[in-house]
């Protein structure tokens, strides 16, 4: 049906930059509304950002200011601009989209990726 695989993360010192990708593909007919999620060790999955099919953006409210999430319509491909790291931003970062499935009836469906590991530190 569809996958989405997320790439970009990895080890970067406090104040740092990362750039996470997350690249949709598969039977798809329309992707709706990307998200991007985040899970910290022992504390439950959080949504980070989310952007419509119109570009209308939502941030948590404590990330507003340093994380930019975009997507690319014609590559099915969604990202996440994370500046100013900073240690409470580790984290397995996962990708969501809710789509239109080629040759399946109803929907949208729900998916998720397998996740990034982002960690800060010195």
């Known amino acids: 049906q569809v996958q989405l695989v997320e790439s970009g993360g990895g080890l970067v010192q406090p104040g740092g930059s990362l750039r996470l990708s997350c690249a949709a593909s598969?039977?798809?007919?329309?992707?709706?509304?990307m998200a991007w999620y985040r899970q910290a060790p022992g504390k439950q999955r959080e949504l980070v950002a989310s952007?419509?099919?119109?570009?209308?953006?939502n941030y948590a409210d404590s990330l507003k200011g340093r994380f930019t999430i975009s997507r690319d319509n014609p590559k099915n491909t969604m990202y996440l601009q994370m500046n100013s790291l900073k240690p409470e931003d580790t984290a397995v970062y996962y990708c969501?989209?809710?789509?239109?499935?080629?040759?399946?009836?109803?929907?949208?469906?729900?998916?998720w990726g397998q996740g990034t590991q982002v960690t800060v530190s010195s």
């Open positions: 598969g039977n798809i007919f329309r992707i709706y509304t």
């Open positions: 969501n989209a809710q789509c239109m499935v080629i040759g399946v009836p109803s929907g949208p469906y729900t998916y």
């Open positions: 952007i419509t099919n119109g570009g209308v953006t």
